[in-house]
């Protein structure tokens, strides 16, 4: 390793606290100690990585209010330092820590409201691409149908609750209280980033969550059907929900314009 690049490396360690040997390397100056100056350093960085977190996760803070969130960060910083040049990418595994630490673990709908959170930003930053229109379809054969293949837009996420995550993010971003947190039974939500560029987010029945996850597969459109009619228990009715899906999904931007073979 070069010389520079062991500065470099050094530098990186003492900010995340794991080098308090690295004040050897500062300039002496008058007024602050070469080791304050690094504490200095060391309190700015853990500050901005905070503000990333209060950021990215603004309703997941007001959920857990200010000593929960400033435990949630600190518990993080330690388990996961950031390791990469982006800051976006910094609280992905955000969900997981929610997931597996205590006391968090113990409330499903915090690592829930994360991941929610985090398909939001996915989305908003999904490239773009020509989306799918009515048009595209007119010219396919009826034989070719079930041969032919959807592929969803890079903006288009799917997520299942077990808790109100999404119902409580909706009613704190409107300044209302969150509901209970729990959940007579699981549901289905779709992010997705909108023609206009707006994000958002749709609740989707059992039968359009298995033939949306069918073609996230990549499989045929005969196989989407199928899952409808595994669903519905009705070939006909499955046809049925599979031809709304695809007229909200063409409506609203979910398909690629490409992605038909």
Not at 137 to 146: D, H, K
Not at 196 to 218: A, M
Not at 230 to 243: A, C, N, S
Request: proline share 5%.
């Amino acid at each position: 390793m070069s010389t520079l690049k062991r500065l470099q490396h050094d530098f990186v360690a003492m900010l995340q606290g794991k080098n308090a040997d690295f004040a050897q390397h500062i300039a002496q100056q008058k007024g602050l100690s070469c080791e304050q100056r690094s504490e200095i350093y060391q309190n700015a960085y853990q500050i901005r990585l905070k503000k990333v977190l209060e950021q990215d996760h603004e309703m997941l803070g007001l959920y857990l209010g200010d000593e929960l969130f400033d435990s949630m960060v600190d518990t993080y910083l330690s388990a996961y330092p950031s390791k990469s040049a982006s800051l976006r990418e910094f609280g992905e595994r955000l969900p997981q820590l929610l997931r597996e630490q205590p006391p968090f673990k113990e409330h499903g709908i915090l690592s829930e409201m994360a991941q929610f959170e985090r398909l939001l930003l996915h989305a908003f930053d999904a490239a773009d691409g020509p989306v799918l229109e009515l048009t595209d379809l007119q010219s396919i054969e009826q034989a070719s149908w079930p041969n032919i293949i959807l592929k969803l837009h890079d903006s288009v996420h799917l997520l299942t609750c077990q808790f109100s995550a999404v119902e409580s993010w909706q009613a704190l971003k409107n300044d209302s209280s969150p509901p209970p947190p729990e959940l007579h039974t699981h549901r289905h939500w779709l992010i997705a980033r909108a023609p206009d560029k707006r994000t958002g987010f749709y609740p989707i029945s059992e039968c359009h969550f298995q033939c949306l996850t069918s073609i996230k597969q990549g499989l045929p459109f005969g196989f989407v059907c199928e899952a409808a009619a595994g669903v519905t228990g009705d070939q006909q009715q499955g046809t049925i929900e599979v031809m709304q899906l695809l007229q909200q999904g063409i409506e609203l931007g979910w398909f690629l314009k490409t992605s038909v073979a």
